[in-house]
Each structure stands twice: as structure tokens, then as C-alpha cells.
């Protein structure tokens, strides 16, 4: 029961049979060990394939007390490319997928944690505080995600912002360094599953060259 349990998650994303996630593979000298998360520069790469229709990194350093005035909540969640709706079948309740990440600041809410945070203020255009991330402003308002999902959140905040975060050592740099994998995640939707014999070629060709 608890295996068939497994594969029913994920499920009701419309193009689930075409995700992939790409995991990372460390071997040393006493044992390989094998992580579901991957270097955030590979995206880039990946887009340069014809067998990939998208690319979606996630950064799960999304995290922190959100502030609204005297209101403090613990929440996490990821940061995200705005191609996050393209492969992912998840809800928004409020916003609009095409443009909700669109700037560095845009914050996507679950409608629980919204209305933990907010009580009865409509949180579209508010601005919140994370600590020490700084002011975002909610752009959109997610549907909370089905129980069987793999991926968990309470926030959804625009990739555009690491970079400038990890300029201001709000966080640690990693988003342009291929030794630094963990908390980082790529997801594929792939054209067919032909598809993933040449990408499996390509990934460890890239690993080669960047070892």
C-alpha cells in the first residue's frame, strides 16, 4: 500500500510523464553518493538542448520569519524561474503565472499562510519583510499545493533575486558555481522520452568538463 502510495504523487501536474529531475552523482575514493539536487549553472546548459522544451531551477534558501506589520510566521518555500507554471500544474488563486515572477521582489503566497499572515487585508500589492532577505511584494496568491506533492511551500519568490541576495551576502554565493549543488534542484520537461538517452550523454559530458 505505502508503494503504490509513492506513485501516486505528483500526478496531477498536466505534464508530469515529462518532468525529470536531474540529480547529482559524488564519487570518491570510499563510496558514491547520489543527491536529488544539481549545480544552479547547469539550467543554462540544458536550454541549449532541442530535446528540452523547459528548464526550472529551484533554490530552497527561501526562508525565514515573514513580517507583516506586527505579525511574524515562520514560512519557507524556493526561489523559481517564471517557466515554474510552464511544467508545474500548481494553482494561482490571484496573479497572473506569466508576469507573478517577473520581478526580482515578486512573492507568491499559499492561501493558508496568507491568510495566517494577512487575517482579512487583501495581500495582493502588500509588502512583507524576510529577514535578512529584505521587502517583498505579493504578486500572486498560490493555491495550497496537493498532499501528494513531492514539492512542499509555503512561498514562491522570482529566481532574479538570488543573485542580487547573494551580492549583498543576505546568502551564501552558489548561483553561478558548479562545486555548490545542495539546497538547489533542475527540473526537465523533456519533448519524449527518446529524449533522455541523448540528454543522459550530455549531462555527463558537462560533468566531465567541469569536474
Do not use: C
Request: net charge negative; no cysteine.
Amino acid at each position: 500500500a505505502v508503494i503504490a502510495d509513492v506513485y501516486e504523487y505528483d500526478k496531477f501536474h498536466a505534464h508530469h510523464d515529462q518532468v525529470y529531475r536531474v540529480n547529482t552523482r559524488v564519487a570518491d575514493p570510499i563510496r558514491v553518493t547520489e543527491y536529488a539536487s544539481s549545480p544552479a549553472p547547469l539550467a543554462d546548459l540544458l536550454k541549449e538542448y532541442s530535446e528540452v522544451e523547459a528548464v526550472v531551477r529551484l533554490d530552497k534558501r527561501l526562508s525565514g520569519e515573514v513580517s507583516y506589520q506586527s505579525k511574524f510566521i515562520p514560512m519557507s518555500g524556493f526561489f523559481t524561474d517564471p517557466s515554474f507554471f510552464e511544467m508545474f500544474s500548481f494553482e494561482l488563486l490571484e496573479g497572473d503565472p506569466e508576469t507573478a515572477l517577473a520581478h526580482p521582489n515578486n512573492l507568491l503566497i499559499t492561501a493558508s499562510e496568507a491568510e495566517k499572515l494577512f487575517s482579512y487585508d487583501d495581500p495582493m500589492g502588500k509588502i512583507v519583510s524576510i529577514d535578512p532577505m529584505g521587502d517583498f511584494v505579493i504578486s500572486g496568491i498560490l493555491k495550497d499545493h496537493p498532499k501528494k506533492s513531492h514539492l512542499h511551500f509555503d512561498l514562491i519568490g522570482s529566481y532574479a533575486k538570488v543573485p542580487l541576495l547573494e551580492n549583498q551576502r543576505a546568502l551564501e554565493p552558489g548561483a553561478d558555481q558548479w562545486d555548490q549543488f545542495r539546497n538547489r534542484y533542475t527540473y526537465l520537461k523533456v519533448s519524449q522520452e527518446a529524449a533522455l538517452a541523448g540528454l543522459n550523454s550530455g549531462l555527463h559530458r558537462i560533468s566531465e568538463e567541469k569536474q
